[in-house]
């Protein structure tokens, strides 16, 4: 029920199915949009899916960044933070403690990070699009710009730093290629894409 209020605090347009287990972390701030599709569970804190490292599930968004989450996705411990797009499609699950950023959040440049004005001016930002069925370990860390391609997976503890076609699986710091995924018998797909 407290995350339902959150939402509305939030105007977070959510559609029905929600489930929130402990409450989340929501800051939409003015002119940026959390947009849920129908089924999302979320696990927060110390008492659900005690993996390591709990904590909330952060949803924010800054500086008319919007994130849109497809139907039948879950999470725990997971934050995002916008500030351009974070897209995640229907039937993805990605596991306790991963982070998702589509900034830098400071520029790379000496002399414009010192300057605060300029710091938030002219950091980089990339959206970011997690497609269908995507599977994401636990303690992964997706950066601006990336792409994960439907149905793929990728190993806990994995650092993503440029995109992942469909139907691979990749893994390590920073991520790589490791296989082809096989689809089996029952999927009705049973070549390797």
Same mark, same amino acid.
């Given at each position: 029920?407290?995350?339902?209020?959150?939402?509305?605090?939030?105007? *977070?347009? =959510?559609?029905?199915?929600?489930?929130?287990? /402990?409450?989340?972390?929501?800051?939409?701030n003015?002119?940026?949009?959390?947009?849920?599709?129908?089924?999302?569970?979320?696990?927060? +804190?110390?008492r659900?899916?005690?993996?390591?490292?709990?904590?909330? &599930?952060?949803?924010?968004?800054?500086?008319? /960044?919007?994130?849109?989450?497809?139907?039948?996705?879950?999470?725990?411990?997971?934050?995002?933070?916008? !500030?351009?797009? *974070?897209?995640?499609?229907s039937?993805?699950?990605?596991?306790? +403690?991963?982070?998702? =950023?589509?900034?830098?959040?400071?520029?790379?440049?000496? &002399?414009?990070?010192?300057?605060?004005?300029?710091?938030?001016?002219?950091?980089?930002?990339?959206?970011?699009?997690?497609?269908?069925n995507?599977?994401?370990?636990?303690? &992964?860390?997706i950066?601006?710009?990336?792409?994960? +391609?439907?149905?793929?997976?990728? /190993?806990? +503890?994995? *650092?993503?730093?440029?995109?992942?076609? !469909?139907n691979?699986?990749?893994?390590?710091?920073?991520?790589?290629?490791?296989?082809?995924?096989?689809?089996?018998?029952?999927?009705?797909?049973?070549?390797? =894409?």
């Amino acid at each position: 029920m407290y995350s339902k209020i959150l939402f509305f605090l939030n105007n *977070v347009d =959510y559609k029905t199915g929600f489930i929130s287990n /402990g409450v989340p972390i929501i800051d939409i701030n003015k002119g940026s949009k959390l947009i849920i599709g129908k089924n999302l569970k979320i696990n927060n +804190g110390l008492r659900y899916n005690r993996i390591g490292r709990q904590q909330p &599930c952060f949803f924010i968004a800054n500086y008319g /960044g919007e994130i849109v989450i497809g139907d039948d996705v879950g999470m725990s411990s997971t934050a995002i933070v916008c !500030h351009k797009r *974070v897209r995640i499609g229907s039937n993805v699950k990605i596991g306790g +403690g991963t982070v998702i =950023y589509d900034t830098d959040f400071h520029n790379l440049d000496v &002399c414009r990070r010192t300057s605060i004005k300029e710091d938030i001016t002219t950091v980089k930002k990339k959206e970011v699009e997690i497609k269908d069925n995507v599977f994401i370990g636990a303690h &992964c860390i997706i950066l601006k710009g990336v792409t994960i +391609g439907e149905n793929s997976i990728i /190993g806990a +503890g994995s *650092v993503l730093t440029k995109s992942v076609p !469909h139907n691979q699986i990749w893994a390590g710091n920073p991520a790589q290629f490791v296989k082809f995924i096989e689809f089996g018998e029952k999927s009705g797909m049973i070549e390797k =894409y």
